[in-house]
């Protein structure tokens, strides 16, 4: 038992400890206490001030609510617009209507002279409208102002051209367009009811649960055959808050209760006199506005009239004497101020002498003082009497010799034909002044080169071999982009335009390069969403300003727009009878022209096929202007889109026209007129996507070609080319098969343009040679901007 018994304790491991901890067993217990209740309240403070934030976001958020029905029930807001659509032909809009407004007016409907009433009871102000069925411009026009839609369905409707058994054709089309704008805040009215409790329940329940599915989750469904039914309603209503498309709120809109055109002395202009209540902004008369379908104009003058549906809480003095209304008092006018109005620009100036120069460098003007030293000191016989300048005309032996001996000396054996002279007879057809100038690559010869026997072909027999091979492949494939290469054109003149892409994805493309001349006419942005958020916010702090050239919204006024056709003028107040005439507000920046791409897809109802650069109408929010649209698909990661020729129904294509600029995002729904006399139809429904002239989209051309003779990699190829000549020019460019082979191009093999290929693969006798060839297109220019 030896050895020593000294206690050995284990090392004390303060190598990684601070100071502060090591001291820590040296504070005393009522220090610690101190230190852990000063944490607790400091996490304490922090809930209760993120509570107290919580708190004064929800009183924030319920007073802006509170605000908000204020002012729609107060005197100050406009009145409601309550639109009647009918979801079938048989349903009787007139009987609801009278039945509303006898009910907000306590008197008959004979006695009010306009839609709109004010009502005490409800304390309310509303505009009734009815959607005519059958007329889809005035459908659509209504719907845009519309701040409550009531579609009307009747028990007694049974429509066997759709799914439903209350939508009849025209009503589903309707319905498919009003998604299409943004529905606003929607209820359905469900039409004669039996008497009998129990089956009136029944095919209430029965019309809810068919009618469900074709409007939002919040529509609500009311019975509307008596007059109890209608007022538990409208009790209701007036107490809704109402839901607008968020378009709509972005620009001051007025929808005219009367149109007028008052003549300013010239037989061509006059002006045009809108008169009703300002919503959703307030406007300057300093501003910009659009008339539906008649384009864009300056205001001359604003009048703010006294309202003629006040909301006064007396009896009998719901609606006014209609003398009393043709005589509106006129509280006050605007004038606009030449330094501050709006200037209408619609069309970009070009300068035809702006184009695009080289300045020559340094070395060229010394080599040409050079020259021109040299030609000087050089003698030549002139008769005598001959000035300096009529020296300079005269040309000598010596100078067309030594210009003959330059022509010998250029080396452009691409642009020779047979008979030796220049190639620049193709290059008139040229309109691109940067298309692809395929050279000639060092010619390779090969020793198992197969001379084709097909010297003495004839076109007709050419031509007969075609047709078989295209009447083969049709069966099986279908030919997009592919066009067959002319026999009477060489290759290099039809196609002089085209340039090959080594990659469509990654190769490059200027988008500045070889520009139309309607791109001097219009304008670009050079940051988009820059420019709008400022203009946003522009206007946004000119409403909160209050400024004097403004008028607020709820003001009843009337709109005098100058410069207007009389003939538009003419049209439109014989419009206004049937249709709203709107009245909006425009944006700064929003009269320029420039170039507006829409994500659109085709009517499911529309059969016909749409081919680009047609002239359709197209309705983008408040505004409608007529273009001519390019149709392209869009691909990810590249730059470069691809052209359509049509626009195919299923998907979503890009439509770019010349069009006034309108900041995104907005509504677009695009008809077609097929006739005078004929109601367009909506071809396709989309929305607007952004404004970039430099947006490309290339048109592809696929020249084919069909294998004779095919030894493992190797191929003889006849049909993509029919002169020697043309297959030397298309070189360069790469061969695909659609089988997914790649190759070459190795040499032209006799002479009526079969050539030698090469390939990545073994060849089959049954494929097909393809070359893709694109040019940059650009949408058409149209005759007028607007459809009146």
Same mark, same amino acid.
């Given at each position: 038992?030896?050895?020593?018994?000294?206690?050995?304790?284990?090392?004390?491991?303060?190598?990684?400890?601070?100071?502060?901890?090591?001291?820590?067993?040296?504070?005393?217990?009522?220090?610690?206490?101190?230190?852990?209740?000063?944490?607790?309240?400091?996490?304490?403070?922090?809930?209760?001030?993120?509570?107290?934030?919580?708190?004064?976001?929800?009183?924030?958020?319920?007073?802006?609510?509170?605000?908000?029905?204020?002012?729609?029930?107060?005197?100050?807001?406009?009145?409601?617009?309550?639109?009647?659509?009918?979801?079938?032909?048989?349903?009787?809009?007139?009987?609801?209507?009278?039945?509303?407004?006898?009910?907000?007016?306590?008197?008959?409907?004979?006695?009010?002279?306009?839609?709109?009433?004010?009502?005490?009871?409800?304390?309310?102000?509303?505009?009734?409208?009815?959607?005519?069925?059958?007329?889809?411009?005035?459908?659509?026009?209504?719907?845009?102002?519309?701040?409550?839609?009531?579609?009307?369905?009747?028990?007694?409707?049974?429509?066997?051209?759709?799914?439903?058994?209350?939508?009849?054709?025209?009503?589903?089309?309707?319905?498919?367009?009003?998604?299409?704008?943004?529905?606003?805040?929607?209820?359905?009215?469900?039409?004669?009811?039996?008497?009998?409790?129990?089956?009136?329940?029944?095919?209430?329940?029965?019309?809810?649960?068919?009618?469900?599915?074709?409007?939002?989750?919040?529509?609500?469904?009311?019975?509307?055959?008596?007059?109890?039914?209608?007022?538990?309603?409208?009790?209701?209503?007036?107490?809704?808050?109402?839901?607008?498309?968020?378009?709509?709120?972005?620009?001051?809109?007025?929808?005219?209760?009367?149109?007028?055109?008052?003549?300013?002395?010239?037989?061509?202009?006059?002006?045009?006199?809108?008169?009703?209540?300002?919503?959703?902004?307030?406007?300057?008369?300093?501003?910009?506005?659009?008339?539906?379908?008649?384009?864009?104009?300056?205001?001359?003058?604003?009048?703010?009239?006294?309202?003629?549906?006040?909301?006064?809480?007396?009896?009998?003095?719901?609606?006014?004497?209609?003398?009393?209304?043709?005589?509106?008092?006129?509280?006050?006018?605007?004038?606009?101020?030449?330094?501050?109005?709006?200037?209408?620009?619609?069309?970009?100036?070009?300068?035809?002498?702006?184009?695009?120069?080289?300045?020559? !460098?340094?070395?060229?003007?010394?080599?040409?003082?050079?020259?021109?030293?040299?030609?000087?000191?050089?003698?030549?016989?002139?008769?005598?009497?001959?000035?300096?300048?009529?020296?300079?005309?005269?040309?000598?032996?010596?100078?067309?010799?030594?210009?003959?001996?330059?022509?010998?000396?250029?080396?452009?054996?691409?642009?020779?034909?047979?008979?030796?002279?220049?190639?620049?007879?193709?290059?008139?057809?040229?309109?691109?002044?940067?298309?692809?100038?395929?050279?000639? %690559?060092?010619?390779?010869?090969?020793?198992?080169?197969?001379?084709?026997?097909?010297?003495?072909?004839?076109?007709?027999?050419?031509?007969?071999?075609?047709?078989?091979?295209?009447?083969?492949?049709?069966?099986?494939?279908?030919?997009?982009?592919?066009?067959?290469?002319?026999?009477?054109?060489?290759?290099?003149?039809?196609?002089?335009?085209?340039?090959?892409?080594?990659?469509?994805?990654? %190769?490059?493309?200027?988008?500045?390069?070889?520009?139309?001349?309607?791109?001097?006419?219009?304008?670009?942005?050079?940051?988009?969403?820059?420019?709008?958020?400022?203009?946003?916010?522009?206007?946004?702090?000119?409403?909160?300003?209050?400024?004097?050239?403004?008028?607020?919204?709820?003001?009843?006024?009337?709109?005098?727009?100058?410069?207007?056709?009389?003939?538009?003028?003419?049209?439109?107040?014989?419009?206004?009878?049937?249709?709203?005439?709107?009245?909006?507000?425009?944006?700064?920046?929003?009269?320029?022209?420039?170039?507006?791409?829409?994500?659109?897809?085709?009517?499911?109802?529309?059969?016909?096929?749409?081919?680009?650069?047609?002239?359709?109408?197209?309705?983008?929010?408040?505004?409608?202007?007529?273009?001519?649209?390019?149709?392209?698909?869009?691909?990810?990661?590249?730059?470069?889109?691809?052209?359509?020729?049509?626009?195919?129904?299923?998907?979503?294509?890009?439509? %770019?026209?010349?069009?006034?600029?309108?900041?995104?995002?907005?509504?677009?729904?695009?008809?077609?007129?097929?006739?005078?006399?004929?109601?367009?139809?909506?071809?396709?429904?989309?929305?607007?996507? %952004?404004?970039?002239?430099?947006?490309?989209?290339?048109?592809?051309?696929?020249? !084919?070609?069909?294998?004779?003779?095919?030894?493992?990699?190797?191929?003889?190829?006849?049909?993509?080319?029919?002169?020697?000549?043309?297959?030397?020019?298309?070189?360069?460019?790469?061969?695909?098969?659609?089988?997914?082979?790649?190759?070459?191009?190795?040499?032209?093999?006799?002479?009526?343009?079969?050539?030698?290929?090469?390939?990545?693969?073994?060849?089959?006798?049954?494929?097909?040679?393809?070359?893709?060839?694109?040019?940059?297109?650009?949408?058409?220019?149209?005759?007028?901007?607007?459809?009146?």
């Amino acid at each position: 038992m030896g050895g020593s018994r000294v206690q050995v304790n284990k090392a004390h491991k303060s190598r990684f400890s601070s100071k502060h901890s090591r001291n820590v067993h040296k504070t005393s217990v009522k220090d610690r206490i101190a230190v852990v209740k000063t944490e607790r309240n400091v996490g304490k403070g922090a809930r209760a001030a993120r509570i107290q934030r919580n708190k004064m976001i929800r009183d924030q958020k319920r007073a802006a609510v509170l605000k908000e029905k204020r002012e729609l029930s107060g005197s100050r807001s406009p009145p409601r617009v309550i639109v009647l659509f009918g979801l079938s032909a048989s349903v009787d809009l007139d009987s609801l209507n009278d039945d509303l407004l006898s009910l907000l007016s306590k008197e008959s409907s004979s006695g009010v002279s306009s839609g709109t009433v004010a009502s005490s009871d409800y304390r309310t102000r509303t505009t009734v409208l009815k959607a005519p069925h059958g007329d889809l411009l005035a459908c659509m026009e209504m719907a845009k102002v519309a701040d409550l839609l009531a579609f009307v369905a009747s028990i007694n409707s049974l429509s066997e051209e759709t799914d439903s058994y209350y939508i009849d054709s025209f009503g589903d089309q309707c319905l498919s367009v009003f998604r299409s704008l943004g529905l606003p805040s929607t209820v359905v009215f469900i039409r004669d009811l039996p008497t009998e409790l129990k089956q009136r329940n029944e095919l209430k329940k029965l019309c809810t649960s068919s009618l469900a599915s074709e409007f939002p989750e919040d529509c609500k469904f009311y019975p509307a055959d008596t007059k109890d039914e209608l007022h538990k309603f409208l009790w209701l209503f007036k107490e809704q808050r109402l839901k607008v498309p968020h378009w709509r709120a972005q620009r001051p809109y007025l929808m005219a209760q009367k149109v007028d055109a008052a003549s300013d002395g010239d037989s061509e202009k006059c002006t045009l006199l809108l008169t009703g209540y300002l919503r959703a902004r307030s406007l300057s008369v300093n501003q910009l506005v659009h008339v539906t379908g008649a384009g864009d104009f300056q205001l001359s003058k604003i009048e703010v009239l006294k309202d003629p549906f006040p909301l006064n809480s007396r009896k009998n003095q719901d609606i006014m004497d209609l003398d009393e209304m043709n005589d509106v008092e006129v509280i006050g006018c605007l004038a606009p101020d030449p330094e501050k109005q709006e200037a209408l620009i619609v069309e970009n100036e070009p300068d035809p002498l702006a184009g695009e120069q080289t300045w020559p !460098t340094e070395a060229e003007i010394a080599k040409a003082d050079e020259d021109l030293k040299k030609k000087k000191t050089r003698k030549r016989t002139v008769p005598r009497g001959t000035s300096e300048y009529q020296a300079a005309w005269i040309v000598d032996g010596s100078d067309a010799e030594e210009s003959d001996g330059d022509d010998e000396d250029d080396g452009m054996v691409l642009d020779q034909n047979e008979d030796g002279q220049e190639g620049k007879e193709y290059t008139e057809f040229d309109g691109d002044g940067a298309s692809v100038r395929f050279g000639d %690559s060092d010619e390779e010869t090969d020793i198992d080169s197969v001379m084709m026997e097909a010297d003495n072909i004839t076109r007709e027999k050419i031509e007969d071999e075609l047709k078989e091979l295209k009447e083969a492949h049709a069966a099986d494939e279908e030919f997009p982009d592919e066009v067959d290469t002319p026999m009477d054109v060489p290759a290099r003149k039809r196609f002089a335009k085209y340039r090959g892409l080594k990659s469509f994805r990654t %190769s490059s493309w200027d988008p500045k390069e070889s520009l139309p001349q309607d791109y001097g006419r219009i304008f670009q942005f050079d940051n988009l969403k820059r420019t709008q958020k400022h203009v946003l916010a522009k206007a946004l702090a000119k409403e909160q300003e209050n400024m004097d050239d403004c008028i607020p919204v709820g003001s009843y006024a009337r709109l005098h727009i100058g410069e207007v056709p009389s003939a538009i003028a003419s049209k439109l107040c014989a419009l206004g009878k049937t249709t709203p005439i709107t009245a909006c507000g425009l944006l700064e920046h929003e009269s320029k022209v420039s170039v507006l791409h829409f994500s659109v897809k085709k009517n499911e109802t529309y059969d016909l096929p749409i081919k680009s650069k047609e002239e359709l109408l197209f309705h983008v929010g408040f505004r409608q202007f007529v273009g001519r649209p390019l149709f392209s698909s869009e691909y990810i990661n590249t730059d470069k889109n691809k052209m359509e020729r049509f626009l195919h129904p299923g998907r979503f294509s890009v439509a %770019s026209i010349y069009a006034p600029i309108s900041f995104p995002p907005l509504p677009s729904i695009i008809l077609k007129r097929t006739g005078e006399d004929v109601a367009p139809a909506v071809v396709a429904v989309g929305s607007l996507k %952004s404004i970039d002239p430099d947006r490309i989209i290339l048109k592809r051309v696929i020249l !084919t070609g069909y294998p004779q003779r095919v030894s493992k990699r190797k191929a003889s190829v006849k049909h993509m080319f029919y002169n020697p000549e043309d297959v030397k020019w298309f070189k360069p460019v790469e061969l695909y098969t659609k089988r997914g082979l790649r190759g070459r191009i190795k040499e032209p093999v006799g002479t009526h343009g079969a050539m030698k290929c090469l390939l990545n693969g073994v060849l089959e006798q049954r494929d097909t040679i393809c070359m893709n060839l694109f040019k940059r297109a650009y949408p058409r220019w149209p005759n007028h901007h607007y459809a009146l």
